[in-house]
């Protein structure tokens, strides 16, 4: 078999992960999925989308080896297949955030229109942690938080957080995280915190950003 042939049929199996990445929706799918396993109807939620086209969404991203299925129960349940995965989309979200300037001035608007006043990064959080009283609170569903969370966070879902002010203390700064960057569940959590008069800021990074930042440190 002519070289040429081998580096076509190999760039053509590459494409195959590239394509599944291009949808915007399949993008959301990893998302999701990098903080656990969900199901079909539970990802169909999720993003917004009839049970059917999240089906056919999820099977792209199989065949590209992007996510596997497993049966549990009644139900099948879908997952990214490896940290690799992870990887893929973290270097994407980086290049865009960095090279592409619409995308740069839909962050600023996104946070103008959530009346985003402050917020952390990881690295920020380091800092601020050898200086201050910090409390972590990781406002995703539980079993989110039980599949995998920042060390020393405590778990208090969004949903919940109103009705467990109390086990809050207000003599500490009050850092909230979610799913990352664009994940809205910290900024409403730190908006009523502070109108509870909790000093309260939300990371922009969550707990993939934070496996995908230990993990390169361990390799150094």
Known sequence: MAKSSIKEQVYQELSRVTHAISNPKRMELIDVLSQKGYSVEELSKEIAMSIASTSQHLQVLKSAKLVDKRRQGNFIIYSITDDSVLKLVSAVKELGFRKIAEIERLISDFKADK??????TLDDLLVRSKKEKLLL?????ED???AGHIPNAISIPLAQLKKRLKEIPKNKTIIAYCRGPLCVMAIDAIKLLNQKKFNAIRMEDGYVEWKLKQQEINRN
């Open 137 to 141: 609170i990781d406002v995703r569903p």
């Open 115 to 120: 009346k985003v006043l402050e917020s952390i």
């Open 144 to 146: 989110e938080f039980k």
